[in-house]
């Protein structure tokens, strides 16, 4: 199933699409019976065809440019809308949940909870490690908490209820470099480096369902553009 975001963008193009095609077919089908008529009408289908053919170009470069957005996600954090909680064991702490996730550039964390009785702490690495809740990089109490990953790097994580972070109820997630999206594997952060969970392979699923939406689109539009052409 396409994300919302991907279906936007389909609809996008071939909206951009079918206006450039309805440009292409707009051409004089009367010429002058004069020589001079029909060098001028060759030259103007021409001309025609020349505009028309540069605005499909634009038209799949624009695409595949805001294709590459399309791929964020939004991630509740655990798995489960009551996942923000003091794990019950080191198997069902969180990190173990981070560990088997990627996380990519533009993706959202979503925390749900109870308002009122719990908050979501951004913090730095040492505050993380110490569970210091006292001066917080951003807090988080609305219970339905939505976390832009806005650059590549570590992220921290504490709970804002006296206590719970030192039984365990928080998370550390590590944001992939672009520069490794489309990998197969990228390799995970130094744990001394981050105190972070490793980085989980590239999800398959959805690099196959981008590629071949891709290709799909780019092979028909390439189909119309030789026909009219």
């Known amino acids: 199933m396409l994300s919302s975001n991907t279906q936007r963008l389909v609809s996008l193009f071939f909206i951009t699409l079918n206006t450039t095609l309805l440009s292409l077919l707009h051409t004089p089908t009367r010429a002058s019976e004069s020589k001079k008529g029909k060098i ?4 103007k289908k021409e001309k025609t065809m020349a505009s028309s053919s540069r605005a499909v170009s634009a038209s ?6 805001l294709l ?4 964020a996600k939004e ?18 702490s969180l990190n173990q949940w981070a560990e088997k996730s990627r996380f990519r550039v533009g993706d959202y964390l979503v925390w749900k909870f109870e308002s009122g ?8 690495r040492e505050e993380y490690g110490n569970c210091s809740s006292s001066n917080p990089i951003k807090e988080y109490s609305d219970g339905n908490t939505k976390v832009m990953l806005e650059r590549p790097g570590p992220f921290y994580f504490i709970s804002g209820a006296k206590g719970h972070c030192e039984k365990g109820q928080k998370l550390v997630v590590v944001v992939i470099s ?15 480096e981050f105190e972070a969970p490793a980085v989980a392979p590239t999800s398959t699923a959805t ?13 028909f539009a390439m189909t119309l553009v030789v026909t009219f052409f």
């Not at 799949?60 to 440019?65: C, K, N, Q």
């Not at 991630?75 to 069902?92: C, F, N, R, Y």
């Open 68 to 71: 590459g957005f399309s791929a």
């Open 117 to 124: 009785k719990d908050s979501v702490l951004e913090v730095t």
């Open 40 to 43: 001028s009408l060759v030259l």
């Open 60 to 65: 799949l470069l624009f695409f595949f440019l």
């Open 75 to 92: 991630l509740l954090v655990g798995g489960k809308i009551d996942a923000w909680k003091i794990p019950s064991s080191e198997v069902d």
């Open 207 to 219: 690099t196959l369902q981008v590629a071949l939406l891709t290709s799909t689109l780019l092979v």
């Open 178 to 192: 672009p520069k490794h999206t489309f990998r197969a594997i990228s390799p995970a952060p130094s744990p001394a």
